[in-house]
């Protein structure tokens, strides 16, 4: 996994920026009851999807958490007073505390099956009865567009999806969260170019690929092959889902 604490003062610039973090705000804010009060944003990194979640909804107040220090020296920054260090895994808020919980991003990170059966955990003892819980799910599936870089990138290995949508609804289910929608949203500026990807393999973004391991350099060889190498090619689409807890009674 990524060095957070490293990844943080370059983040915004290599996920997209404000017109990702844009495209976001307004997926997750469609599946958010208009009656909402209090939200928390789980893993809320640099604080930019975040701030735009607060200030679309001024009568709303938000919270972030994150585990990484220099994730959320960035957030607070943004917005002061309102973000958190937490592990997603053991929040510090009590039972029942906010009308809706959303993890951007997230459960795509976990290693291990019981940590994202444990944050779902997690969302759902700090929601309300009604409230509704909102994550990302099918993170790396969305990032292969049929492109030649994806071509090229087809066998290598891959780890376990944590944030795979059946796994996260038997989690949600487990739980108490019944399914209440879904949407998706452009990773605006995420479209994977040969240069670029060749880039993010000898930096360690793909996590199975060590740097400098002789599979890894077999990759970048064969992307350095195709055409076109700084141009970007399609961008993915995210998914994003929605899961309600019924109300008292």
Not at 107 to 119: E, Q, S, T, Y
Not at 132 to 157: E, F, I, N, Q
Not at 227 to 236: G, N, S
């Amino acid at each position: 996994m990524l060095d957070y604490e490293k990844e943080a003062d370059a983040y915004d610039a290599t996920r997209g920026g404000e017109a990702r973090a844009a495209e976001a705000a307004e997926a997750v804010l469609g599946l958010i009851p208009d009656g909402a009060r209090r939200l928390l944003d789980v893993a809320c990194g640099t604080g930019l999807v975040t701030r735009r979640l607060a200030a679309a909804r001024p009568g709303m107040r938000v919270t972030g958490a994150d585990l990484a220090q220099g994730m959320t020296r960035m957030a607070a920054a943004r917005l002061p007073g309102a973000v958190v260090r937490a592990d997603s895994r053991r929040l510090p808020f009590p039972d029942r505390t906010f009308d809706a919980v959303t993890s951007v991003w997230l459960l795509h990170l976990l290693d291990h099956p019981a940590d994202a059966d444990r944050v779902v955990a997690e969302c759902a003892r700090v929601l309300r009865p009604g409230g509704v819980y909102v994550t990302t799910v099918d993170k790396a599936a969305a990032h292969d567009v049929g492109s030649d870089v994806d071509a090229v990138l087809a066998p290598r290995p891959r780890r376990p999806a944590r944030d795979a949508a059946g796994a996260v609804a038997e989690n949600a289910a487990r739980h108490g969260l019944r399914p209440a929608g879904q949407t998706s949203f452009r990773g605006l500026g995420q479209g994977r170019s040969p240069r670029g990807t060749i880039a993010d393999l000898r930096r360690g973004w793909f996590t199975v690929l060590p740097p400098g391991d002789p599979l890894t350099e077999r990759f970048a060889e064969r992307l350095a092959a195709l055409p076109d190498q700084d141009r970007p090619r399609a961008d993915p689409c995210f998914s994003v889902r929605s899961f309600r807890k019924p109300p008292a009674g």
